[in-house]
């Protein structure tokens, strides 16, 4: 592991696979930490030609933790996602994509191919629109445009990501079937969570770190987030969109938009997915994302060849 301070936040981030592997980057969801997947779904990638570079978000994981920010109020937030003006927060998702930007800097590259996930998916629409020069693809998954008028969770999403969470420093295994109930409600139909997998992942999660109030902050950002779709419209990277159809969290509907809106984006929607990747699915998505990268290049080559007088 390694960190990068920028603009007064600290962030944790690591590098998987060869230095000679074409860059991609990996944001996580709300509240996720740089090992949310397992290491299979990089060595997939890996594997696939791609150096991985995942990083902590802020007030996740190893990253700073702004302890001394304001925490908006829960139902306020919620409110908001239902169309109430949002509260004040004390900082963006624009400035968590140039968090972003900042372990590229660090990592000392210049283009990369961008992945992000679920509030990581609107991290990395708002890198490839505000840092185009440094994006060679996007990949948005489980996400959304932003748009106010598309399908809310479901009420039992909601109830998840807004329930009160049992301490785990004062009861680990109450916290633990708790998370353990909260993953079912948000997994996939047609790929059941291994019991033991998901307790180990969730144990090995909370043991390196745990913030329920910068999980607030980073929901308060996302509350607070402008539609993207006029800044989707304007992208000219080659783009692509996946999404199951079973997403309880961030609708089908969210995806199909996200895909409709950004010129030429592939759309791969995954039947029996929920709002989590299963591991019966990393090759599909790596293969995807690498088919993904051929294209940016082409794109390149194209462009180089028109602008040198060769096509």
Known sequence: MSTVTAHGIRLEYDVIGPASGEPLLVVQG????????????????????FQVIRFDNRDAGLSTHLDDALVPDLGLVTAAAAGAPPPAVPYTLDDMARDAVAVLDA????????LGASMGG???????????????????MMSTTGNPALPLPTPQAMAVLTADAPDPRADEEAWLEHSVACARVLGSPGYPHDEQRLRSALLAAVRRAHNPAGFIRQLAAISAASDRRALLRKLAVAALVVHGTDD???????????ADTIPGA???????????????????LADAVAALAAQAWERRLFSAGTVNGTV
């Open 107 to 114: 990592v000392g590259v210049d283009r990369v191919h961008v």
């Open 122 to 140: 609107m991290i990395a629409q708002l890198v490839a629109a505000h840092h185009a020069h440094r994006v060679l693809s996007l990949t948005s």
């Open 266 to 284: 592939a759309f791969l929607p995954l039947a029996g997915m929920g709002h989590h990747l299963p591991p019966q699915l990393y090759e599909t």
């Open 30 to 49: 709300l509240g996720d930490q740089l090992t949310k997947w397992d290491d299979g779904f990089p060595q997939e990638l890996v594997a696939r030609g």
């Open 248 to 258: 309880p969290l961030l609708p089908f509907a969210g995806g199909q938009e996200t």
